[in-house]
């Protein structure tokens, strides 16, 4: 039997059909509809269980369409999870935070582990060598910087991301980008170096839309992985009892 996992994130939704351990099928899209998903289980007959996770509102058509047609779970709060968390307030803790660390646990059970995932904002979450979660830390994503600019000041312009990014901007638009981008990019080596001062042995897990364009300028070696996310929420699914 399949599993389907489906990430909705705040600016994109990520869909994926697991057997076992091994992603069969995966895609990314603005807007998940009943008629994409009829799609998926026409190519798919076989799913079985489905989990569903979401940092914005459910919609409830989908909720609706899904628990009919398999074993369904929503991520949240009360969702059994294979890592031990130690966060102050659970229900505060994003879906996506809980899946990356899920992940971290399956690909790296023994290592300390830093996810960092490059999207809407840039996090930092950290899962011990004995499978807890600690936490992390949250910081404004490359497209959030460049919008924040562009509204707190009265003449800068909003500049959408594009490659090559040079060191030395010579243009106002140019400017911006490398100081975003570079910026980020120092930012995470920072943290990078503060976790290594701290824990031993630590693995390194890069993930999100922007994780290639800040990888390129990282002084650090990562892991690189586009589907983190979706492979912590199959962990998740496998780990729930039917």
Known sequence: MLQLVIDVGNTRTK????SKSECCWDFTCNKLTVSRLKEIFKRFPKINRCLFSS???ESEVLIDWLSK?????????????????AYKNT????????????????LFPKNNTLIINCGTCITYDFK????IYQGGSISPGLTMR????????ARLPLVELADPVEL????TAQSILTGVVFGAASEIDGMIANYKAQFK???????????????????????ATPNLTLIGLNHILSYIQP
Do not use: M, W
């Open 128 to 131: 011990s060598a004995t499978g």
């Open 69 to 85: 047609k398999t074993i369904f779970y929503i991520l949240d709060a009360k969702t059994p999870l294979p890592v031990r968390i």
């Open 55 to 57: 940092v914005s509102e």
């Open 15 to 18: 869909v994926a059909v697991f």
């Open 201 to 223: 042995h630590l693995k390194i897990v890069i993930t999100g839309g922007d994780a290639d364009r800040l990888e390129k300028q990282l002084k650090n070696k990562i892991f």
């Open 91 to 106: 229900a505060t803790l994003g879906a996506d935070r809980k899946a990356v660390a899920c992940a971290a646990d399956y």
């Open 168 to 171: 030395i901007g010579n243009s």
């Open 146 to 153: 460049l919008k924040a600019l562009q509204a707190f000041t």
